[in-house]
């Protein structure tokens, strides 16, 4: 069964400095890796997919995350905080072998004190 | 992307009655989901809404409870059957144009349901 693991319920970071969102994963397949983020009273946006190809992808506002096979993690990175970053993101994934259901971690408040 | 609206974007109910949530896209879409968002949670797949036949409900979810609809390829029904405070949540519709594999899911602004 496809499982999203988000070890921390939430990260304080000053801005300025980088932050690491983590995330683990669990599929049978191959993953497709998704990062997505919801600002108060508001949907998720989508930031950015692994899907094959390079380890390190680049999304929007400036994140990136790094896919990690040997270790199956996905964490969220981003070289300098900004205050506007706070916010509740969701690691998911889908198993390309497994069907249609995008699988969500149980998500992760970012914290960025000025 | 396409663009979803949902409507109610929230609403507080009764127990014991029940609410649809209607969701309507901009632009025709392969598939279209709802997804559940309860208090400090993650987000739960409901069901697959199914284009002219029954919903693909998720272990844990019944047609009786959360029947859906979906008339054709933008528009899409769930209704939270006689509900109570548990059902209080935040109910999300998401599609995807193409089937889902690496596509990405594009969300829209929810329906915040209270049920006193």
């Known amino acids: 069964a496809q499982s999203v693991a988000q070890p921390e319920d939430q990260v304080n970071v000053a801005e300025g400095n980088p932050l690491t969102v983590k995330c683990t994963y669990s599929?049978?397949?191959?993953?497709?890796l998704f990062w997505y983020v919801q600002y108060p009273n508001r949907g998720l946006q989508f930031l950015l997919k692994y899907i094959t190809g390079d380890n390190l992808v680049k999304g929007s506002y400036g994140f990136e995350a790094e896919f990690n096979k040997s270790q199956t993690s996905f964490h969220l990175k981003k070289p300098s905080a900004l205050v506007s970053d706070s916010a509740l993101y969701f690691c998911a994934v889908r198993d390309n072998q497994a069907g249609t259901a995008l699988i969500f971690g149980k998500g992760t408040t970012l914290s960025v004190s000025s | 992307s396409a663009v979803i609206s949902q409507k109610p974007s929230r609403d507080i109910c009764q127990r014991g009655t029940s609410l649809t949530i209607q969701c309507q896209v901009d632009?025709?879409?392969?598939?279209m989901f709802w997804y559940r968002q309860q208090p400090g949670q993650s987000l739960t797949l409901i069901a697959t809404a199914n284009q002219g036949s029954e919903a693909t409900y998720e272990s844990g979810f019944v047609i009786d409870k959360f029947p859906i609809s979906r008339p054709n390829l933008t528009f899409s029904t769930l209704t939270v059957s006689n509900m109570s405070p548990e059902d209080s949540s935040i109910y999300l519709c998401?599609?995807?144009?193409?089937?889902?594999?690496?596509?990405?899911?594009?969300f829209g602004a929810g329906s915040r349901l209270t049920v006193l």
């Open positions: 599929v049978s397949g191959n993953p497709y």
């Open positions: 632009s025709q879409v392969t598939m």
């Open positions: 998401s599609v995807t144009q193409g089937l889902p594999g690496a596509n990405v899911l594009t």
